[in-house]
């Protein structure tokens, strides 16, 4: 792999994906939305070249460069955290979009297609089918991500453009300025709010940003075609654990309420959380584990608070 395109780079997992593909000397284009975006976090990247397109544009891309990359990887993604989940109108414009970026990737010659998926495609498809589901604001947003994988496996197809997915887990990391599950149990902790949580009986799985960057540069140098691939610490265990991993970073002496909070969701089986087929056709290897990984995380998050960005 010698050429890829990105959107989404400027994103907390595409940014990191930039930085890793940089290690590998490979040239890099970055499809950013406006100039209006902050790309301080990729624009010293080694053989970065930045393109801005509008995704609504996408399908212009091929104009605004010559062809011949060797893969897409299409991040870029609108609502991803908070209400902005629930709004079926933009996340369906998102599907479309990714659709766009598969017409763009083939009018660029790209052999790889790279879509980015979530779990909370796993979790739709165990509870929102049972009878007298209620789902909630994530099912809106898995759904959309289930259409896209699935759409844009289509068009590749036609095309002729060979179709990978990655499903990504619960990400963490310096950086991350989302309300994701670390951030929020961190911060509670760190504030001195009660540590309410679930029971935490059901398998879990966290993973280092770097660890995921890497996990996707392997999908898109090594993955065969038409096959999706889970990104995983290789792993993992109850979430209480990491729970309890995580107050100890802290302070240990923290009371922790487990099962204040009841558990409305599906309890998935571990093998979700297998990235064996990962290791397998790419070589790919987790390089951090949760307690090492977890500390400068801990870190960062505090001093993000102290600053009042997070």
Do not use: W
């Given at each position: 792999m010698k050429s890829v395109v990105v959107t989404g780079a400027n994103?907390?997992?595409?940014?990191?994906?930039?930085?890793?593909?940089?290690?590998?000397?490979?040239?890099?284009t970055a499809v950013i939305k406006d100039h209006k975006e902050n790309i301080e976090n990729i624009?010293?990247?080694?053989?970065?070249?930045?393109v801005y397109c509008e995704m609504d544009e996408i399908k212009k891309l091929p104009e605004k460069m010559e062809g011949g990359f060797d893969t897409f990887y299409h991040l870029a993604w609108a609502g991803s955290t908070?209400?902005?989940?629930?709004?079926?109108?933009?996340?369906?414009?998102n599907v479309r979009w990714a659709c766009d970026a598969v017409n763009a990737a083939a009018g660029m010659k790209c052999k790889k297609f790279v879509g980015v998926g979530t779990l909370a495609e796993f979790d739709v498809n165990a509870y929102a089918p049972l009878p007298g589901s209620?789902?909630?604001?994530?099912?809106?947003?898995?759904?959309?991500?289930?259409?896209?994988?699935?759409m844009t496996k289509a068009e590749c197809s036609r095309l002729g453009v060979q179709h990978l997915w990655a499903y990504?887990?619960?990400?963490?990391?310096e950086g991350n300025y989302t309300g994701n599950f670390i951030n929020f149990a961190s911060k509670l902790m760190l504030t001195g709010q009660p540590a309410n949580f679930t029971s935490g009986e059901?398998?879990?799985d966290f993973v280092y940003i770097d660890d995921t960057a890497r996990g996707l540069y392997f999908i898109g140098d090594r993955g065969k075609a038409n096959t999706p691939y889970y990104i995983g610490s290789n792993h993992s265990r109850q979430l209480k654990d990491f729970i309890r991993i995580l107050?100890?970073?802290?302070?240990?002496?923290?009371e922790l309420h487990l099962g204040a909070i009841p558990f409305n969701g599906v309890m998935q089986p571990e093998s979700v959380f297998d990235c064996s087929r990962l290791i397998e056709d790419t070589g790919y290897r987790p390089s951090y584990t949760f307690e090492d990984a977890i500390t400068k995380t801990v870190h960062w998050i505090d001093e993000q608070i102290k600053e009042g960005k997070l």
């Open positions: 994103g907390f997992v595409g940014s990191h994906l930039i930085k890793e593909l940089s290690k590998h000397d490979i040239a890099i624009k010293d990247t080694p053989n970065l070249n930045i908070g209400n902005a989940r629930a709004d079926y109108g933009l996340q369906l414009t209620t789902p909630n604001a994530v099912s809106c947003y898995g759904t959309a991500k289930i259409a896209m994988h699935y990504l887990s619960n990400n963490f990391g059901q398998p879990y107050r100890d970073t802290i302070d240990p002496s923290i």
